[in-house]
């Protein structure tokens, strides 16, 4: 019964924006950490962004300063906010949730994924 749904992909110029969405379904929203990662053809699985229900955030340092993550718990949605993208950034982004209230940016603490949205950036 658990769904993620990511939506919001598409392509962008470099420097250009983005911003995904989460829907999620099937569990209690608010008592859960929800994370954002990334895989890139030939390129391992990439943890974006985590944060935890209690608000507290951390990324990864190749988009800090550029990507901010947030969550609507009235909504049952999360969102990545991507600015300023590279064409390094080019991936499938994937939702996740985690098993906890609080989680890492290890694939061991998260239970369900998303199917992903695509992102590219391109001139």
């Known amino acids: 019964q658990v769904q993620l749904v990511e939506s919001g992909g598409g392509l962008a110029q470099p420097g250009g924006s983005l911003r995904l969405s989460c829907a999620a379904s099937?569990?209690?929203?608010?008592?859960?950490?929800m994370s954002w990662a990334r895989q890139a053809p030939g390129k391992e699985l990439e943890w974006v962004s985590v944060i935890n229900s209690d608000g507290n955030i951390r990324y990864t340092d190749s988009v800090k300063g550029r990507f901010t993550i947030s969550r609507d718990n009235a909504k049952s949605t999360v969102y990545l906010q991507m600015n300023s993208l590279k064409p390094e950034d080019t991936a499938l982004y994937y939702c996740?949730?985690?098993?906890?209230?609080?989680?890492?940016?290890?694939?061991?603490?998260?239970?369900?994924w998303g199917r992903g949205t695509q992102v590219t950036v391109s001139s």
């Open positions: 996740a949730k985690a098993k906890t209230i609080r989680a890492s940016m290890s694939v061991y603490d998260y239970d369900y």
């Open positions: 099937g569990f209690t929203f608010d008592n859960y950490a």
